[in-house]
């Protein structure tokens, strides 16, 4: 089945430095999600990729969808406390069922102040 | 601000109990979709329903579990005979349609405990 991996699994930074997480698949991603969770809430998005090559951004955030669809990447740049939380890609599965989202395992995010 | 509500937002049941999560999609969604999410783990998909139909319920387990979406209110996840492997986050979303890709809002979820 679709899998995506996320590294790291988490991070500490100090405030202020920049971030970069990954996320690769075996299988071909028509799109790319990135969610962030904030603990004891649902996941929010952040940025949606629809197609190869696409870099787009969203204030501090950077995200590219790969050029052979398996891989994306999210930047945080700046960072500051309140991107603290747990960041998810995720992505419609292929073969008609597209509403069935596939997430990561996430990579956890904490900001030293 | 309308968005997924979700309730109750903790439930503490015992082995053997009934759990009844609630969702109330966002003003205009009628496509529905449950995710679970255990402890350090993405969400997994368990059904998406439309208004009165289940359309895909490839993700939730065959017993126990069921879920509807009824004309009028909310949607219903239920499970019955609790066990303690049910213990997890579950997540209701919802969208506008699903012609290309539509975006699903998240609700902020129900965390199920099974003592």
């Known amino acids: 089945g679709q899998q995506l991996n996320q590294s790291p699994q988490s991070m500490f930074i100090q405030e202020g430095e920049d971030v970069s997480m990954n996320c690769t698949s075996s299988s071909i991603f028509n799109t790319w999600l990135w969610y962030k969770q904030d603990p004891g809430e649902g996941p929010v998005l952040l940025i949606a990729?629809?197609?190869?090559?696409e870099l787009t951004s969203n204030g501090r955030l950077t995200a590219q969808f790969g050029i052979t669809r398996k891989d994306s990447f999210l930047n945080i740049s700046a960072s500051i406390p309140s991107d603290v939380g747990i960041y998810f890609c995720a992505g419609p599965r292929s073969g008609g069922s597209n509403y069935k989202l596939t997430f990561g395992k996430g990579t956890l995010l904490t900001v030293n102040p | 601000n309308a968005g997924v509500m979700q309730n109750p937002r903790h439930l503490v049941r015992r082995r053997g109990q009934e759990a009844r999560l609630r969702c109330s999609p966002m003003?205009?969604?009628?496509?529905v979709y449950w995710y679970r999410q255990l402890p350090e783990e993405g969400l997994k998909f368990m059904v998406y329903?439309?208004?009165?139909?289940?359309?895909?319920e490839s993700g939730m387990p065959k017993e126990r579990f069921s879920a509807e979406f009824p004309k009028e209110g909310p949607s219903i996840l239920r499970i019955q005979q609790v066990v303690r492997g049910d213990s997890a986050a579950y997540f209701c979303?919802?969208?506008?349609?699903?012609?290309?890709?539509?975006?699903?809002?998240f609700g902020p979820g129900t965390r199920l405990t099974v003592l």
């Open positions: 003003k205009g969604h009628s496509h």
């Open positions: 979303a919802s969208s506008a349609g699903v012609a290309e890709y539509n975006e699903q809002f």
């Open positions: 990729l629809y197609k190869a090559g």
């Open positions: 329903l439309q208004k009165e139909n289940i359309i895909d």
